[in-house]
């Protein structure tokens, strides 16, 4: 092809052909553990590294390859490395970056479930987030020491569809020079990439809206290509000698998809949460319509949020697509296309009105997801953030007035019209 494709052709080719063994024109399911060796060099040269190919579906399977290519086509990365889930996504990044005793600094305005990961779980690695105070590029900086060794953000934050000013941050990382990690889960390539906007590595839930039909588990970790991991001795990882690689320096080998590399063969190697091919080829054919998806995503959650903000019995929408919203000028610079489809409002009656609230919705479906065709409803104080105490929950954007809503694709007169009826019986 002469000019570089459209994001909705490389959402449906990029990375595939049909099957090479059988001429199949979907990306068949390749449901197998492992993979015949040629002869004995070829095995040898597989796990020297001397050689691309398949070994273990822990660390490649050729389904799942098709997804990361595709991904790291539409997020405008170097390579990418498909994983069992958004947060295995989280672990196998910040397992390739920190050593005990490291750093980072970290929005607060997160997934509920992202907070708890980085401020429990990851204490047992003795890796240390150092939260920043507000949202401003000059809040990240201020929680910068000798031992920070990358930034992490949301593009667009959940639950309170706070836009990052991405740009900003990204200087403050390569001052310092440490890789910023971007979040783009809620965003997605088709509203933000991040890539372009200065971001050296960024992960993503497939689970929600890249595989949008909310059936299938998996994450995905993007690299760049951007960061000089040799400038440097602070990433051991990738410019010490592997000695089970024949003293191999993985930055200097693999160059500008060396991390991705570094995720894959010590991180999946080792830590092991592998996607399964199932997963991987529902997530793909879930790709391929990830623009018109978003497209109405977006044009649906638009309606909901200006009628919610007319409503008597809403006190507040914070929906960056509503003109009025504080964050409505960073979404028309880092996502344009739209403010995405999740977003959150204050029920007037606090944490009563949002537990009837999503007691009364018949058509929105309460539970924790997001990114689904359906739309769903979720009142985060009693939920997804039930474990911070009221001071955290009130910094996520989730304090007991606080509901979140991802709008779906159903029919938009349908879905106000059930929120309406909703809200209508509140207090009564
Ligand atoms: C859901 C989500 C995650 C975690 O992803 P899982 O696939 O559920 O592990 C991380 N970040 C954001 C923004 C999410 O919405």
Known sequence: MSKEPGFDT???????????????????????????????????????????????????????????????????????????????????????????????VS????????????????????????????????????????????????????????????????????????????????????????????????????????????NSMGGIIVDGGTFDWTKDDRFPVLTQPRAEYGDMILAETFGNFAFAIACRVLGLRDLGPAISPFNAFQILTGIETLGLRMGRHCENALKVAKFLDGHDKVDWVSYAGLEADPNHEKQKRYMPKGGGAVFTFGVKGGYQAG????????????????????????????????????????AAGAGPDVVRISVGLESVDDLIGDLGQALDGLGS
């Not at 398949?54 to 390859?65: D, G, V």
């Not at 065709?373 to 929950?393: M, N, V, W």
Request: hydrophobic share 45%.
């Open 10 to 104: 490389l959402a449906i080719h990029a990375g595939a052909q049909p099957d090479p063994a059988t001429g199949a024109r979907v990306t068949p399911i390749y449901q197998t553990a492992s993979f015949v060796f040629d002869d004995v060099e070829h095995a040898a040269s597989l796990f020297g590294l001397q050689a691309f190919g398949n070994i273990y579906t822990r660390i490649t399977n050729p389904t799942t390859a098709v997804l990361e290519e595709r991904v790291a086509a539409l997020e405008g990365g170097t390579a990418a490395v498909a994983v069992a889930s958004g947060h295995a996504a989280q672990l196998i990044v910040m397992h390739t970056l920190l050593q005990p005793g490291d750093e980072f």
């Open 355 to 394: 537990v009837d609230l999503v007691s009364s919705v018949e058509i929105f479906s309460h539970l924790a997801n997001i990114g689904d065709t359906r739309s769903l409803i979720i009142h985060p104080a009693s939920t997804t953030h039930r474990q911070l105490d009221e001071g955290a929950q009130e």
């Open 107 to 214: 929005s607060r305005k997160l997934y509920g479930g992202s907070i708890n990961q980085f401020s429990q779980s990851f204490k047992s690695f003795n890796w240390n987030v150092a939260w920043a105070d507000g949202l401003e590029a000059a809040d990240f900086e201020a929680k910068i020491t000798d031992k920070t060794k990358a930034i992490f953000i949301e593009s667009l934050a959940n639950p309170g569809g706070v836009v990052m000013d991405i740009r900003a941050i990204a200087d403050v990382a390569a001052r310092h020079h440490i890789p910023l990690i971007v979040d783009n889960t809620m965003a997605t390539p088709y509203l933000c990439r991040p890539i372009e906007h200065g971001a050296d590595i960024v992960v993503e839930s497939l689970t929600k809206f890249l595989g949008g039909h909310g």
